[in-house]
């Protein structure tokens, strides 16, 4: 089953604006992660936020992390063409427990 | 390093055959983990090997297995095919014992006839 869920599912933007994709999730977890997939191929690793954390940066991006609200969100700013894919937040309940992922949002970024 | 290699990349099968996935992780990863990513369901987890042992095993039936060898290459068996395996198999390896951070192959697409 699921344990996050993205919001929204799907997201065309301007390229330039920024993009902001939501992910919750409903146990307790030890860290959670974003991947990033091109079209039917493998996923990117992004970031990785643990639940002692609650903001990182890395480039472009910016992932926050409340864990009273079970919640993250993934922050892409001045999108560019390159970055239409597929994101996906994943979760792990502690370091040896398998990554759950949900099921992403499709960013599309229009030149 | 090169990165996580997967063959073959597109395999049509046909409904009962039986279907060998091959995975080669990136060098001196010893965790790979499995994943069957379909529209409807998206990505689930198959199974994680460690050192050769099986650490993590996900909701699917017996007849997917899978197994290590000593050298971390990984390989998956889907026995019996049915028309809903078809799917993208996805391996990732991952550097430390705590498996984190994941490095994804391109994936195997799979379509069972």
């Known amino acids: 089953s699921q344990q996050g869920e993205e919001d929204p599912q799907a997201l065309s933007i301007q390229e330039g604006e920024n993009a902001t994709m939501n992910c919750s999730y409903k146990t307790s977890i030890n860290n959670l992660q974003w991947y990033r997939q091109n079209s039917g191929r493998g996923l990117v690793h992004l970031i990785l936020?643990?639940?002692?954390?609650r903001e990182k940066h890395s480039g472009r991006l910016r992932v926050t992390l409340d864990t009273s609200k079970k919640s993250s969100s993934l922050l892409i700013t001045a999108s560019r063409a390159a970055d239409t894919a597929s994101y996906f937040c994943a979760t792990a309940v502690s370091g040896n427990t398998p990554l759950v992922f949900g099921k992403g949002t499709r960013l599309s970024v229009i030149a | 390093k090169a990165g996580v290699t997967q063959t073959p990349r597109y395999l049509i099968k046909t409904r009962g055959q039986q279907v060998t996935l091959s995975c080669s992780p990136i060098?001196?990863?010893?965790?790979v983990s499995w994943y069957q990513q379909t529209p409807g369901q998206g990505l689930q987890f198959l199974f994680e090997y460690f050192s050769e042992t099986q650490r993590n095993k996900g909701n699917f039936p017996g007849r997917f297995s899978g197994r290590q060898f000593s050298n971390s290459r990984s390989e998956m068996n889907v026995s019996t095919l049915e028309l809903g395996d078809s799917a993208l198999y996805l391996c990732?390896?991952?550097?430390?014992?705590?498996?984190?951070?994941?490095?994804f192959g391109p994936g195997t697409r799979l379509t069972v006839t």
């Open positions: 060098s001196g990863h010893r965790s």
């Open positions: 990732a390896s991952s550097p430390d014992r705590e498996g984190l951070e994941q490095y």
């Open positions: 936020i643990r639940s002692n954390e």
